[in-house]
């Protein structure tokens, strides 16, 4: 079996004026990720993965934050782009392991609902999909509030 191992990690600001994008939802803060796309870390995180995964370098080489065109482009459009193009190298995601890491708001009750939109966005069952949130204990710029961050790791194989 040809199987292929990826991680994926992605870091945005919080400020203010923002809205939070987190797996394909918007979620009510105060803050919200900044960044050029709509800023979602878990999304940026999973699509690493599955390029890394592939060999295909990086979210920004195929989206670069230079373009116009992915200027508060929605992520999950850049989601299913990877798919399609790692889809077409003849690779499909055996499973996908995530974690978000935020001081706040606490995410827990939208893991359902993003795993949700983000199986429906890649077309895997919501079993191969696995999404978890944690805090920094108040440390570092999650701690502080001043961040959020997410990683990913995906197995890939060879389409039987």
Known sequence: MDIRIGYGYDVHQLVEDEDLVLGGIHIPHN?????????????????DA?????????????FPDTSAEYKKIDSKILLQDVM???RDKGYEVVNIDSTVCLERPKVNIYIPQMQQVLSECMHIKLNQLSIKATTSEKMGFIGAEKGIAAHAVVLLKIKS
């Open 84 to 86: 399609a193009k790692i």
């Open 50 to 62: 599955i390029l890394g995964a592939g060999n295909m370098r990086d979210i920004g080489f195929h």
């Open 31 to 47: 803050r919200g990720s900044l960044g050029h796309s709509d800023a979602d870390v878990l999304i940026h995180a999973i699509c």
